[in-house]
């Protein structure tokens, strides 16, 4: 008659434990969902009616109500089909009550009763209030990311009923790794010269600054950003756990054991805002959710819609995505690295002196750039197309990995310190953390007076140059060549 | 007023001004037009059409020159400047603000393109400073690039007296961001133009202008300018005047030198520091003073970098390459000589001052 099964349900990238009820009862013969279930959730009746009858059972013509009850948010998605059907069977007397309780499910079911992969099973697995998590067999690598061996994998509807109603053991979900990403990011030496950009990138990492680079196509902008996951400090547990979730919620392939290499996601820029940022109905994680703990590579950055811009200064400012709906706000993490390249003008000649773009055109084309978003950008570099010469004679440039111990270094100083990178620390705590020389202070001084620096560039250049001076060793007080160093770092965009 | 008022009639050009003001006084003129006269021969009826309801034109345009501190001398003034007095073309109503006698001094016009590459504005502006220094007036058209720098040249020094002639009203600030260097040029000498306050800055004006300029020059000293352009526009009206013109060489790959070079092959003379022009002048050049160079020396590591971009802008990473030094100490190295004004940087560009 009635019958209470676990399941789970996806908010964004976290999940939300959910019970579904079942009722099979006298009256017109008939099948509702109810509990707010929205039109994927809906359409669960008609999946989980023809998969109960290709399993070998019958439908019960009877009145058949169905109740999603949780948090009182909308319920979105497939991921309780299979706990549907099972309460269903519970509710026909065809399964022990008893031998679910310590089990939650969460799959999609085909019409022939199979389990597909849906996204999000690993937060929806992590969420859900059970023993162990019932999951698809070909997700089950990516429930193991949350909940190790506490996951079930099954193929199809029959076999859950096999060992639910027939007494048979799980099936043997194996125990192989499963992996399906190479785990090995370019490598900083393949870049000849620019030797300016590499220490820029260098400090970026250790620093978490956000970078911008302006330079004229060919320079190698692209190709530095897709270096820095390779010199950025390898992530933690706690953060390679987040990435997988956020992965895993994005519906992409998961990779088990996660990986330890900060994400990079490079998004177009003819994309939209919500596929950037995230939302959409029900809310899925954006690019920058995705490069949550790692690097989002904005190329061409001026081509980028204005109001797409614009949207990442909240982002680049809290570490997280308030995605604010009529029933309440959905909030996903996206603590990232921005690395914005552009073009110094439409005509994108390589040096001042060839430029043919008349001012008010250069003018018009850095103005894209809104004021407060170049703001967020702590380093400011230009570069220039190598020298053709230099690329065939250049030795090899420095590998990653020696890049990255250096880097590895100056972070753990900064945690040690302040507890975060330094690109995090709140401009009335610089005092403490990044105490300035008297010789220091002055050059500052000079460079506010002939008004190189604004008051916000002040505070970018004191943080830049306590990341200097952790690179350059244990310093408690950041000297003057500290503070040179990252104002030197500190393009402004012209349109002279 | 009424000559400002004969300048601004409708369909005005300068050739028909000159007719008008040949008439008579431009008073009587005026009040004739708008009785709907026709005062001369060799009018279009068109013109004479647009010409009917002028009635008030003098009182709009003496409260517009008022507003804006705008003085009108015709060529039938006394005060009308002597140096274009006689020339063919030359405007027959100049509005202005300042003061006119600064057209009595030595005059050398400097101009160049808008678009001009980071050296050419620095030399522009040590022109315009040495020859402030002495006491040559400095004309420019207040463009964009070569022009304004050769005027803020003129502002370094206090005693500095500037020439400006613009294409626009001398309500209208053209190029907008120069609004500073107007009011400058009307407090050490004067801002011209011939067209009537609320003129736009149509283009067909800049030629027009330029042929002022080039009048008003007794030297005329190009400092970039691409093969064709506003300043080659300026060259061929000073050659028409017999104004002698001269060039500063740049380099053959510069394409903002190309019509400099250009010059300099079809026989101007080349300058390369203030005695130059001042020979051209007939100035003695033995006694030329130049501005003393007050910056703080450069340290022995300074000037290694130094050197490392005298002769054409370069980046950091060249210079690492060059003199063999870290990154780091580059950068360090390029702000002290920065912040003691030895190089600049445009783009990531670096390039030392001379």
């Known amino acids: ?81 299979l706990a549907i059907a099972v309460g269903v069977l519970i509710a026909e007397g065809k399964i022990e009550q008893g031998a679910v309780d310590h089990l939650a499910f969460v799959g999609e079911l085909g019409l022939d009763g199979s389990l597909r992969a849906t996204s999000g099973i690993a937060p929806l697995s992590y969420s859900a209030r059970a023993e162990s998590v019932v999951v698809p067999m070909v997700s089950v690598h990516e429930a193991r990311i949350a909940v190790g061996d506490r996951a079930i994998g099954v193929s199809t509807l029959r076999q859950v ?44 990492a250790a620093g978490f600054h956000h970078v911008l680079m302006v330079g004229p196509p060919g320079a190698g902008k ?116 921005l690395i914005g390249a552009s073009n110094p003008c439409p005509c994108a000649n390589e040096m001042v002196t060839s430029c043919t773009c008349t001012p008010q055109m250069r003018h018009r084309y850095l103005r894209r750039f809104s004021g407060p978003l170049l703001d967020r950008f702590d380093i400011r570099i230009n570069l220039a197309r190598p020298a053709l010469s230099g690329m065939v004679t250049a030795e090899p440039g420095e590998p990653s990995a020696a890049i990255a111990d250096r880097v590895s270094a100056a972070r753990s100083r900064a945690v040690e310190r302040q507890g975060a990178p330094n690109a995090m620390i ?14 220091a202070r002055d050059v500052i001084e000079a460079r506010l007076t002939r008004g190189d620096l604004t008051a916000r560039g002040y505070h970018r250049v004191r943080r830049v140059a306590r990341t200097i001076a952790d690179l350059r060793g244990d310093h408690a007080v950041v000297e003057q060549e500290h503070v040179e160093s990252a104002i030197a770092m500190r393009a402004e965009l012209t349109g002279r | 007023m009424s000559a400002a008022a004969l300048a601004a009639l409708p369909l005005q050009t300068h050739h028909r001004l000159r007719k008008l003001i040949a008439c008579g006084d431009p008073v009587d003129v005026f009040r004739a037009i708008a009785a709907g006269q026709r005062v001369t021969g060799g009018i279009d009826e068109r013109v004479w ?68 590459s980071l050296s050419g504005c620095n030399f522009a502006r040590t022109l315009g400073r040495d020859l402030a220094l002495n006491d040559v007036a400095v004309v420019s058209g207040l463009a964009r690039g070569i022009d304004v720098h050769a005027h803020r040249g003129v502002c370094d020094v206090g005693t500095g007296a500037a020439v400006a002639v613009v294409a626009c009203g001398l309500d209208v600030v053209y190029p907008p961001e120069h609004e500073l260097e107007w009011d400058d040029v009307a407090r050490r000498g004067v801002l011209l133009t011939e067209a009537p306050p609320g ?9 027009l202008r330029n042929r002022i300029l080039a009048a008003l020059s007794e030297v005329l000293v190009v400092v970039e300018s691409r093969a064709r352009g506003g300043s080659m526009i ?121």
Not at chain 1, 174 to 190: F, K, N, Q, S, T
Not at chain 2, 259 to 272: F, I, M, R, S, Y
Request: aromatic share 4%; net charge negative; charged share 20%.
């Open chain 1, 1 to 81: 008659m009635y019958a209470a099964v676990s399941s789970s349900t996806l908010h964004g990238v976290f999940g939300a434990p959910i019970t579904v009820e079942v009722h099979i009862g006298h009256g017109l013969p008939g099948f509702s969902i109810v509990g707010q279930p929205d039109e994927a959730c809906r359409e669960s009746r008609d999946r989980v009616r023809a998969a109960l009858l290709c399993s070998g059972h019958e439908w019960p013509n009877r009145r058949i109500t169905v109740n999603l009850s949780g948090d009182g948010e909308k319920k979105g998605g497939a991921t309780a089909d």
């Open chain 1, 161 to 204: 009923c096999a060992v639910l109603a027939g007494g048979e053991p799980w099936p043997d979900t194996g125990i192989a790794p499963h992996r399906v990403l190479a785990d090995v990011p370019p490598d900083m030496a393949d870049v000849m010269g620019q030797e300016n950009a590499k220490f820029a990138m260098e400090v970026a």
């Open chain 1, 222 to 337: 692209s190709m530095l950003a897709h270096r820095m996951p390779g010199i950025l400090p390898r992530l933690g547990t706690a953060e390679s756990f987040e990435t997988s979730m956020v992965r895993s919620a994005a519906g992409l392939p998961a990779v088990n054991p996660p990986s330890l290499v900060p994400p990079f996601r490079a998004p177009h820029h003819t994309s939209t805002t919500v596929s950037v940022v995230g939302g959409g109905s029900p809310v899925r994680p954006g690019e920058i959710s995705l490069a949550h703990n790692g690097v989002l590579f904005l190329d061409e950055m001026g081509e980028f819609a204005p109001s797409l811009l614009d949207a990442l200064r909240q982002p680049l400012e809290e570490g997280e995505v308030r995605v604010a709906r009529a029933r309440g706000c959905v909030t996903l993490p996206a603590r990232f690295l």
């Open chain 1, 426 to 439: 709140a401009p009335h705590l610089l005092e403490r953390h990044a105490p300035l020389t008297q010789a």
């Open chain 2, 49 to 116: 059409h647009a010409w009917r309801n002028v009635a008030g034109l003098d009182e709009v345009m003496a409260r517009r020159c008022g507003e804006h501190g705008i003085s009108v001398v015709c060529s039938r003034d006394d005060e009308y400047p002597t140096s274009i007095v006689h020339d063919r073309e030359a405007p027959a109503v100049l509005f202005y603000r300042g003061d006119l006698s600064a057209l009595r001094r030595r005059r050398v016009g400097i101009i160049g393109t808008r678009t001009a």
């Open chain 2, 199 to 207: 003129t736009a800055p149509e283009t067909h004006r800049f030629p």
């Open chain 2, 234 to 354: 300026t060259v061929r009206e000073a050659m028409k005047r017999d104004v002698t013109v001269m060039a500063v060489p740049g380099s053959p790959h510069a394409p903002v030198s190309d019509g400099t070079n250009a010059l300099l092959k079809d026989g101007c003379e080349p300058v390369t520091d203030v005695d130059d022009v001042l020979v051209a002048l007939g100035l003695s050049s033995g006694s030329s003073r130049r501005g003393a160079d007050m910056r703080e020396a450069p340290t022995p590591a300074e000037r290694g970098v130094l050197a490392a971009c005298t002769t054409r802008a370069v980046t950091v990473d060249e210079i690492v390459m060059t003199i063999g030094i870290p990154v780091f100490e580059a950068g360090v190295l390029l702000g002290r000589l920065e912040l003691k004004g030895w190089v600049q940087q445009v783009n990531g560009w670096w390039e030392a001052l001379t």
